[in-house]
């Protein structure tokens, strides 16, 4: 039965329809951003018996108690970022490889970073199907004190979100890089853009308002010191 409501959805129709009639209405008018967002097939990366849905603005479950991210969230975090195709890129949180996909797209060279070697070995296949081939996947906790951070980075982006910001990812960027990250708790979460203006200075944005499942394993100091 599945199947056929499944068969049934045009997906490059909807998929047109999504970027044309919704994530161009939120102020997404990046021409690069809406390109990858036409040429990237969601289908391909949401579980089977939700694909009727990949089109929809929906943050959709995944295997392990992870979620995907809206298209529309995805959307604001590519335009945000601002990522040239020179960049080198570090995704925190592969997921089913959908950000992954549209980050490669964009850039010359991404880490994609993630706990789950299941997600990850599927996330695999997915940009194997899609020809990317200029991401490289790891299987790493990031919150652990050993995770080598590499780097530095043009572009850091976390999928999921964080009550506070590590440091060593602001860290971790080059001067002039982007960091993209939705930090707060329920009820509230904004989303930020940082930029690495200097050495040791920063400039903090505050995007939006929104909400996101969050990043395993990344938790609040017991004592935070600014």
Known sequence: MHGNIMGNVNF?????????????????FDHRVLDVLHAVPRELFVPTHLRNLAYADLSLPLDNGQTMMSPMLAAKMLQALNIQ???????????SGYSTALLARLCKELRSVDCFPDMLKLAAQHLKT?????????????????WNNEGPYDVIALTGSVPVLPERF?????????????????????????????????????????????????????????
């Not at 129709?13 to 997404?28: C, G, S």
């Not at 602001?170 to 904004?190: D, Q, T």
């Open 85 to 95: 195709h020179t960049d080198s890129v570090l995704e925190i949180g592969t997921g």
């Open 170 to 226: 602001k860290h971790n960027l080059r001067v002039g890089g982007r960091l993209f990250a939705v930090i707060g708790e329920e009820p509230l979460m904004e989303a930020k853009l940082i930029t690495r203006v200097g050495e040791r200075e920063w400039v903090e944005e505050v995007l939006f308002e929104t909400m996101l499942a969050p990043l395993l394993n990344i938790r609040k100091p017991v004592q935070f010191t600014f």
């Open 130 to 146: 899609l020809n990317i081939t200029n991401a490289t996947l790891e299987e790493a906790d990031v919150s652990s004190p050993q």
């Open 12 to 28: 490059d129709l909807a998929r047109f329809n999504m970027v044309e009639q919704q994530i161009r209405t939120w102020e997404v």
